[in-house]
Structures are given as structure tokens and as C-alpha cells.
């Protein structure tokens, strides 16, 4: 029986990443490219689909083509709304890759998170999961949830946005949104390197002082037991911990899978605080259902190829 192929496109703000994988998650082939921010929309949609040709040519088994994209998508008209990174507002990127390919085939999109979530339902931590939440953490803060087997969508395309509800509106740190006191401005890069700088001042023996303030100096300097790095992480552990108690109280999810490179980088040091905070902040019943885990997939790509796969489930669901 020939083997069924899908190509995940990730197209992110350095890079675009190409896979050809099976339903098992499986890559049989993969390719990176940079994406060149600079140039208009369509020289990235061209190299591309000059790339998914090649697939295409070289596999037969390829029944579909998973794209994912930074910002709100609207995915039932194929549009990335606005993909601030890529300079791209209202792009019909699903129209203009299917016109590319050398054969038809079905192309779907999404934005990163939820291609992330789906990756994970499929591949990763959240495998066959009918309920739960995913965390991004990385510059920033988003998310997406999956309730009873339903990835949530919203009416413009823009749900879970987490990374800006607020969690100190009047004394917060001032967020890129206009907002005091974001989630992401305590938990995510440019909320600790925010957070850090506010007390430079105030802890003159930190290390911090030195250097440079990146997330790797802080990351660093946490671990060893630099009070200013220490004082950064427990708020950012506070912080994750109640927005792990909103999602548990509010979706009651059976897991919430925390995904991106910040807090693969700091779970070692922010799990216990993290999982105490949330676990004083749910109702009982709601705590007890729910298991808080990494991701698993590191592939961007991989979570798009599963794309194909999730839509054609949904496709047969009645
Ligand atoms: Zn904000």
C-alpha cells in the first residue's frame, strides 16, 4: 500500500521550514530556508511552492499541503490577517500556494499556535487529547484550546490571546499593547528582560549588572541563585501558575501543554512554584483533571504537516 505523505510549511519571522512527513509524524525529508521579510509576499509564496514541486515530483504519496503562519488566520478563506513580523496584512496565502502547485491538491492553513496544538493532539504531548490547553511561551505569550475535540476559533479569528490579559492593570509593567501588567510581560523573553531592568537598580550586586540583560543571562544567572535572576523567575512562575489556574478553571481541560523556547529553557526552575500557584488558585475538582506538561514536537513544520490530517478528521466528523 502506498505510504500517505503530507508537506508542513512553517513560514515564522527568520525562518521557513519544509517537511514531508507521514501520519505517524514520521519526516521523510525536510528543508530550511530564511524568509526574506524584506521582499513582497508573493517571492515567499513562489520558493515556497517551487519547494512543495520537488516534493511533490519526488514522493507520490503526498496528499495534501499544511501551511502555518504567525498572527490571526482566517481559515475558512485561506487569509493571514496580519503577520506583523512578515510585514503581512490580509495576504490570501491558500489561494496563491494552490495556484503554484505543479498538481491540485488540498492546502490548508492556520496560525502557528493552533498548528502547534494540533501538532501536539496529533504527534506530541496532547496525543489523541479531546480537552486541553496550549501555552506558548516564548517572546511572547499565546495559546490555544481544544474543547471536546473542537479547536476553539473565535468570531475574528483571534482567541486566546492570554499573552495580554492582565494580570496588574494599574502598577503592571507598561505591555507593547498599551496595557499595565500583561501575562506576558512577567512570563515570556521580553517580560523578564522588562522585569529585570525595573531592578537593576535595586539589586547592585546581581551579575545581571554586568552583562547584557538577555534571557540566557537571566536563565543563567537564576540558576546561579543570583537573587535579582531568582526574584525574576519566581514572579514569571507566579504569574504562569495563575494563567495555568485561569485556563484550569475556565476550559477544564484534562492537560495544558506549555510549548516555546522560554520555558523549555526555565522549567526546571519554574515547575514547583508554577504548579503550587495554580493549584491554590483552582477549584479542587477542576485541579484534579488536569496534568500541566511540556510539548513535545519541536518541529514547527511537523504541527503543520498535521494539518492535513486534523482537517480531514474534522471533514468526516458528523
Ligand atoms: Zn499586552
Given at each position: ?6 508537506v ?7 525562518k ?23 521582499a ?5 509564496v ?25 498572527g490571526p ?7 493571514a490577517?496580519h503577520?506583523a ?16 502547485l505543479a498538481r491540485a ?16 493532539r ?16 516564548g517572546?511572547?505569550?499565546g ?5 471536546d ?10 482567541e ?8 496588574d492593570?494599574?502598577?503592571g509593567?507598561v ?7 500583561c501575562?506576558e510581560m ?7 528582560i522588562?522585569?529585570?531592568r ?6 547592585p550586586?546581581?551579575r545581571?549588572s554586568?552583562?547584557?540583560l ?15 535572576a ?6 514569571a ?17 484534562a ?5 516555546g523556547?522560554?520555558?523549555?529553557a ?8 508554577t ?5 491554590a ?5 477542576n ?5 500541566v ?18 482537517h480531514?478528521?474534522e471533514?468526516k466528523?458528523?
Open positions: 500500500m502506498r505510504t500517505e505523505l503530507t508542513g510549511v512553517d513560514i515564522g519571522g527568520t521557513t521550514a519544509l517537511v514531508v512527513a507521514d501520519r505517524r509524524g514520521r519526516i521523510l525529508d525536510s528543508k530550511t530556508l530564511p524568509t526574506q521579510t524584506q513582497p509576499y508573493s517571492d515567499t513562489s520558493r515556497v511552492c517551487a519547494l512543495v514541486n520537488q516534493y511533490i515530483e519526488r514522493y507520490d504519496g503526498i496528499s495534501g499541503i499544511g501551511i502555518g503562519v504567525p488566520v482566517d481559515v475558512a478563506r485561506g487569509i490577517i503577520a513580523n512578515l510585514g503581512w496584512r490580509d495576504v490570501p496565502i491558500l489561494e496563491a500556494i494552490t495556484k503554484g491538491l488540498p492546502v490548508y492553513i492556520d496560525n502557528d499556535v493552533n498548528v502547534g496544538a494540533i501538532g501536539e496529533l504527534f506530541g504531548a496532547a496525543k489523541d487529547q479531546d480537552n486541553f490547553v496550549y501555552l506558548i511561551i517572546t511572547g505569550v495559546g490555544a484550546v481544544v474543547f475535540k473542537v479547536l476553539l476559533r473565535g468570531a475574528s479569528n483571534s486566546m490571546e492570554i499573552g495580554h490579559v492582565s494580570l492593570p494599574v502598577c509593567r505591555c507593547t499593547c498599551g496595557q499595565r501588567g501575562l512577567s512570563i515570556s523573553g521580553k517580560g523578564i522588562a522585569h529585570a525595573q531592578h537593576l537598580a535595586d539589586y550586586q546581581s545581571l554586568a552583562g547584557s538577555t534571557t540566557r543571562n537571566i536563565i543563567n544567572a537564576a540558576e546561579a541563585n543570583d537573587a535579582l531568582t526574584h525574576v523567575m519566581q514572579e512562575a507566579r504569574a504562569l501558575g495563575v494563567a495555568c489556574a485561569w485556563c484550569i478553571n475556565m476550559f477544564n481541560p492537560q495544558i501543554i506549555l510549548g523556547g522560554l520555558i523549555h526555565t522549567w526546571h526552575l519554574l515547575e514547583e512554584p504548579l503550587a500557584t495554580a493549584r488558585r483552582c477549584l479542587p475538582l485541579y484534579a483533571a488536569a496534568t506538561s511540556l510539548s513535545q514536537l519541536r518541529d514547527g513544520a511537523l504541527g503543520a504537516s498535521a494539518l492535513v490530517w486534523h480531514q478528521n471533514d466528523r458528523p
